[in-house]
C-alpha cells in the first residue's frame, strides 16, 4: 500500500488531537502541542480529523468529574496535508517552514547565547540539514 507523506502544525495555543482515518481504520492518532509542526505518512484516501478538548486540565466536566469533552476542530483530507507529490514536488516545502523557527533561534541566541538555546538551535539545524539530505536521497 502507497502512503503519503503529510505534516501538520498547531497555529493554535492549544493542545490538539489529531486522528487519520484511513479507508479501514483508524490509522493515527497524535497530540500535537501549540506551534508544533507534526510529519506522518498515511493513506492517500484518508481523511484527517483535529480535535481539541474542551475544559482546562484538572477541571473535566461539571464538579471535576467525567472525561474532557472533544470539540472536532478542523477535517482535512490527506492530499491537503501532502508534504511531496509524485511528480510536481513538494507541495508543502519542510525546509522553508524550518526557516523561520531556524532564524528565531539564531536571534535569541545572539541576545542570549546560553547552553540550552544553542542547543536547541543546533538540534533545529541538525533537523533541517537531515530532511535536505533525506529529499536528496529520495530525489
Known amino acids: 500500500m502507497s502512503s503519503l507523506a503529510c505534516g501538520y502544525r498547531n497555529g493554535s495555543p492549544h493542545l490538539l488531537v489529531l486522528r487519520c482515518l484511513g479507508p479501514d481504520t483508524v490509522h493515527l492518532e497524535r497530540v500535537v ?10 493513506p492517500p484516501a484518508s481523511e484527517v480529523q483535529i480535535w ?28 491537503a496535508l ?11 516545502p519542510l525546509p522553508g517552514l524550518l526557516e523561520a523557527p531556524a532564524a528565531d533561534l539564531r536571534r535569541r541566541y545572539a541576545e542570549d547565547p546560553s547552553e540550552p538555546i544553542r542547543r536547541h538551535l543546533a538540534a533545529h539545524e541538525r533537523l533541517a540539514a537531515a530532511w535536505g539530505r533525506e529529499r536528496i536521497v529520495r530525489g
Open 33 to 42: 502541542f501549540p506551534f508544533e509542526l507534526l510529519t506522518f505518512h498515511c
Open 52 to 79: 481539541r478538548l474542551s475544559g482546562a486540565p484538572g477541571r473535566r466536566g461539571r464538579g471535576g468529574e467525567g472525561p474532557p469533552q472533544e470539540e472536532l476542530v478542523e477535517v482535512l483530507s490527506a492530499e
Open 82 to 92: 501532502r508534504l511531496e507529490g509524485e511528480d510536481e514536488g513538494p507541495s508543502l
